[in-house]
């Protein structure tokens, strides 16, 4: 179970953190991912981070987004600084365990970003 948190309504020029906390044992293996869905458009990969710590970005956000892991809390986070409206999205966090038929995914219930003035 993935359970997101940190959302809200923030003014241009701001920051947020998204925390999602797992439940479920060994959390170290799966690489940990945020994506977004905004209203109309396909859902994106915004960031992730393997168990060992390495991270990819959309462009989009690079310089602006970090992802991090707790992997003693279970917690993955998403720094969000220098928003833009254009972030204004649902985000959704991942959790993927790679198996021999292929990738096993659980999502979040998402929590919702609002980046207005």
């Known amino acids: 179970q993935l359970v997101e948190s940190g959302g809200g309504l923030v003014q241009p020029g701001g920051s947020l953190r998204l925390s999602c906390a797992a439940s479920?044992?060994?959390?170290?293996?799966?690489?940990m991912g945020w994506y977004r869905q905004a209203p109309g458009q396909q859902r994106e990969l915004v960031a992730n981070?393997?168990?060992?710590?390495?991270?990819n970005y959309v462009d989009s956000v690079k310089g602006r987004f970090t992802i991090s892991r707790d992997n003693g809390q279970s917690t993955v986070y998403l720094q969000m600084n220098s928003l833009k409206p254009d972030d204004t999205a649902v985000y959704f966090c991942?959790?993927?365990?790679?198996?021999?038929?292929?990738?096993?995914?659980?999502w979040g219930q998402g929590t919702r970003v609002t980046v207005s003035s």
């Open positions: 479920g044992s060994i959390f170290s293996r799966y690489a």
């Open positions: 991942n959790a993927r365990l790679m198996i021999p038929t292929g990738p096993l995914d659980f």
């Open positions: 981070i393997t168990g060992g710590g390495t991270s």
